[in-house]
């Protein structure tokens, strides 16, 4: 009987031994997680990037059957007004099947509608109340609504590099350029600091870095078809000198 009683006593865990073992596993857990969660991260950006890829060979596939026009924008931002029947979300859908193409895996954007499995919250400014329609916008200046009437880019064969011309982009999550589907890059070099202003159109940082700084890295689209990661440092410098104006 005793010896029955000293094995079990030898079998079992005494509570210094278990709270060990539960202070490893927590350990390798604090260890683990930040990895896990970091793979995650780098795989949704993997995907976000093959969304502009596959929006781009869309776009081919559109200005193949336009004589070479590009879509345009139609989503205006805050409040203004939206012109449904141009804006690229619409004309763009034929040429691939899947809607879920529009939101991006990276996106965290409040603005998203309940039946989108978002949190419902309306972009700012927007009366009556809009929500985001689209992680991706298309750069101003090969569209409608370019700052340079004179110079206006609205075919391939107009573009001075294609390869180095900004095409797809992911805009900001929040504020009032969450819920349009273009920024207004004329408008940086007005901020002292320009990855300052163009934070508040584009989510410069959606993939890495910090909001407003010239290291914040995202996905950008071209139009020759290709896409990158790319800091915002690599996009643009300056009003002049920068990958969005095509000419």
Not at 129 to 156: F, K, M
Request: hydrophobic residues 40%; charged residues 20%; contains cysteine.
């Amino acid at each position: 009987m005793r010896y029955m009683m000293n094995a079990r006593r030898a079998c079992a865990f005494t509570l210094i031994e278990l709270l060990v073992v539960v202070s490893i596993i927590a350990l390798l857990v604090s260890i683990l997680l930040p990895a896990l969660n970091l793979a995650r991260h780098k795989a949704r950006c993997a995907n976000c990037l093959i969304n502009l890829r596959n929006m781009e060979i869309a776009h081919w596939m559109y200005m193949g059957e336009h004589n070479g026009c590009f879509v345009d924008v139609g989503l205006g931002h805050g409040g203004a007004h939206s012109d449904e029947k141009v804006a690229w979300i619409n004309t763009l859908q034929p040429y691939y099947e899947n809607k879920l193409l529009f939101r991006s895996p990276v996106d965290k954007s409040p603005h998203w509608p309940i039946d989108e499995e978002g949190q419902g919250v309306p972009v700012p400014g927007s009366d009556p109340p809009a929500w985001r329609r689209t992680s991706y916008g298309v750069n101003n200046y090969i569209s409608h609504v370019a700052p340079d009437p004179e110079h206006i880019c609205r075919r391939l064969n107009q573009v001075r590099s294609p390869a180095d011309t900004v095409h797809f982009l992911i805009m900001a999550f929040e504020g009032e350029f969450a819920g349009a589907d273009h920024p207004h890059v004329e408008n940086w070099f007005l901020n002292p600091v320009p990855p300052h202003e163009a934070a508040k159109q584009v989510q410069i940082n959606a993939y890495s870095g910090e909001a407003g700084t010239w290291e914040a890295q995202s996905g950008w689209g071209f139009l020759d078809g290709h896409a990158e990661k790319l800091p915002f440092k690599k996009v643009y410098h300056d009003y002049r000198i920068n990958r969005f104006i095509p000419y």
